[in-house]
């Protein structure tokens, strides 16, 4: 037969550590502070339960990732920082989405990620020692299409311009974050 027991707070009734032992002869009470814990011999879960009046008192279920259980308290509270930050990541995931979905031009849609931003930014700048120049590009279909220099310089200047506007709408909403307090306030924070 095996004895269970748990460590708890006393002042917030928060188990601290718990577990079984298999003869209550051989228990041996793990050292604790008896000024600031407590042993109960009952079983609970550390992770979904607190001790209140000497038993074990279900926390609920967790409303969020970033809900926390304050003890003191008894509830469920939210992490304002955690979730703001996810949030972010979300906003920030949807922004490079958005960024690498391609960018249309003249019927023709090119690769638009960073790396491809940065190859067509240095055809620009080549291109513009000789304007008269033609150049074969890889489309994000891999067909190719023949771009005159103007061409060129008119797409980087516009996935340039598409790229900041993107990040400054990013920065919008991070403002928006920021300055929200509540769950529901972030839940309404979207790309």
């Known amino acids: 037969m095996n004895f269970n027991f748990v460590i708890y707070e006393l002042s917030t009734g928060r188990i601290m550590r718990g577990g079984s032992i298999s003869s209550e002869s051989s228990f041996v009470c793990p050292k604790h502070d008896p000024t600031t814990h407590a042993m109960l011999p009952i079983k609970a879960d550390m992770w979904t339960q607190y001790i209140a009046d000497?038993?074990?008192?279900?926390?609920?279920?967790?409303?969020?990732?970033?809900?926390?259980?304050?003890?003191?308290?008894?509830?469920?509270?939210?992490?304002?920082?955690?979730?703001?930050?996810?949030?972010?990541?979300?906003?920030?995931?949807?922004?490079?989405?958005?960024?690498?979905?391609?960018?249309?031009?003249?019927?023709?849609?090119?690769?638009?990620?960073?790396?491809?931003?940065?190859?067509?930014?240095?055809?620009?700048?080549?291109v513009q020692a000789s304007p008269s120049s033609i150049v074969a590009w890889t489309l994000a279909d891999n067909s190719y299409v023949s771009l005159h220099s103007a061409d060129i310089i008119k797409i980087a200047s516009f996935m340039w311009h598409r790229f900041q506007a993107l990040f400054e709408k990013g920065q919008r909403l991070r403002e928006q974050i920021q300055q929200a307090t509540t769950q529901a306030q972030l839940d309404a924070i979207s790309w």
């Open 54 to 126: 000497g038993v074990a008192v279900d926390m609920g279920p967790k409303p969020s990732a970033d809900h926390e259980f304050d003890f003191g308290s008894k509830a469920w509270r939210l992490n304002l920082d955690a979730a703001r930050s996810r949030t972010w990541c979300l906003i920030k995931s949807a922004r490079d989405r958005e960024i690498g979905a391609g960018l249309e031009y003249a019927g023709n849609v090119f690769d638009s990620d960073e790396q491809a931003m940065h190859r067509i930014v240095t055809a620009a700048h080549a």
